[in-house]
């Protein structure tokens, strides 16, 4: 488990994707081509801005989604396959090899099969993730579920999780919160070669706290980062202020 702080959002995502990058171009060199998981939110504005400016061969990279909320069209400003499409897969100098997006439109359970098998036949090199005000991991709210080996679920969306997407700007009022989402797994994104989380800002800073400093426990879904062997934290000094 390797902490880095900065002093701003800007030099936080930048270090974040150096290192990914870096990782990425290892996996490309050894093997000819790569895959990445992407998560979306506020936490990831600064780190995909500095990502997707990196000079990598695109092409040879394949791209997988984190999590989608059911229900939502793609047009709503919630929306993250909207969010991967504007911040990230449509910015690049080149296109992707691939990018499987999750569509919670339609059948939630037939799309957490039909991606799942694409992942389980991909080994992920780098995945971009972050944490939530309740210490998710992705949309696996606490408890969550640190058994299953199924690639993606469906879940129930909790109160803290729903408020801070609300809180966040995406939506405007409680209600309109979608209560489920498809979400990888927990031991989906631990089967990554390397995570990269990247977490800004003091509303996570309690958080923060739990996940790296208490102990490991469902009750705090990303406190399991602390038992990957290559996981590395970026934080900016706000949510890295009760360390």
């Given at each position: 488990m390797n902490v880095n702080i900065f002093g701003s959002k800007t030099e936080m995502g930048s270090a974040a994707s150096e290192l990914g990058s870096s990782r990425l171009q290892d996996a490309l060199t050894a093997n000819g081509s790569a895959a990445i998981i992407v998560a979306t939110g506020a936490s990831q504005f600064e780190m995909l801005e500095s990502l997707r400016q990196r000079d990598l061969p695109w092409p040879q990279i394949t791209g997988f989604h984190l999590d989608e909320y059911i229900g939502l069209p793609i047009s709503h400003d919630a929306s993250f396959r909207k969010y991967l499409w504007q911040r990230f897969v449509s910015q690049l100098p080149l296109p992707l090899k691939e990018f499987h997006f999750l569509d919670g439109e339609g059948d939630a359970g037939f799309e957490c099969s039909r991606v799942g098998a694409l992942i389980e036949r991909q080994s992920i090199d780098v995945a971009f993730v972050g944490i939530g005000e309740n210490g998710h991991l992705a949309f696996n709210d606490p408890?969550?579920?640190?058994?299953?080996?199924?690639?993606?679920?469906?879940?129930?969306?909790?109160?803290?999780?729903?408020?801070?997407?609300?809180?966040?700007?995406?939506?405007?009022?409680?209600?309109?919160?979608?209560?489920?989402?498809?979400?990888?797994?927990?031991?989906?994104i631990m089967a990554s070669k390397t995570i990269i989380c990247t977490v800004p800002d003091t509303r996570k800073s309690e958080a923060v706290k739990n996940s790296l400093k208490g102990e490991v426990t469902p009750a705090v879904p990303a406190s399991i980062l602390q038992t990957h062997p290559d996981c590395h934290f970026f934080f900016d000094q706000e949510a890295a202020s009760l360390l």
């Open positions: 408890p969550a579920d640190f058994e299953t080996n199924e690639p993606y679920l469906v879940v129930d969306l909790d109160e803290a999780c729903r408020q801070q997407q609300l809180g966040e700007g995406w939506f405007p009022n409680f209600d309109s919160v979608p209560n489920q989402a498809i979400s990888m797994s927990i031991r989906q």
